[in-house]
């Protein structure tokens, strides 16, 4: 991923917040049969291994699971909050017209080595484990044994996890940091104005101290 210095995210507290607060992840394998995407939501458990680790789960139909070989090299890309920018939010543009339109956007690049598991325990765990974190913020929380138990193994039957090692990140997070103080305030307050807080929210967030 091309890196521009005011734009790389060093920071691993950076890296874990994003994917937990948009844990929809876009794996990518390369197979016999080319690059392969598919998008599955992950639980990062950070403590687990050298660099932490992903869990996920796929339907016993999808072909992925068979295509990889354990230990192979894969890559998950999950995608913080993004939009469009239009250079005549800048009051700049007005005096000089020396601006183009740009997009702002976070996102977080998971290399690792991804390990199929295919029996009851593993796929029990890493449903249950998505469960907690997905039904986190509800009110009553739907846990797995609410469903009779017959259904439920017919269900977990279907499916297969898989874990990837982490083995390096890296992030970028693009939301206007080159811009002048002026220009960069009024984009923040159009994207208010406009209804799109969490883009404007993480602007604010990103900007160097004192800039």
Known sequence: MYQPALFAENRPE???RLIREH?????VTATAAGLEAEHLPFVLEA???PSGTLLAHVARANPVWRAVGEGDAVMVVFRGVQGYISPSWYPSKHE???????????VVHVHGRI????????????????????????????KMGDAPADYLASELAHIVAIEIAIERIEAKRKLSQNRDERDFNNVVETLEQRGELALAEAMRGARPAGS
């Open 47 to 49: 403590e687990r291994g």
């Open 115 to 142: 390990r199929v598991l295919d029996d009851t325990n593993a796929v029990r765990g890493a449903v249950a484990k998505l469960t907690r974190q997905s039904e986190a913020g509800e009110p009553v929380p739907w």
């Open 96 to 106: 000089h017209h020396r601006h183009v339109p740009t997009w702002n956007y976070e």
């Open 23 to 27: 844990p929809l992840g876009m794996l």
């Open 14 to 16: 950076e890296w874990h």
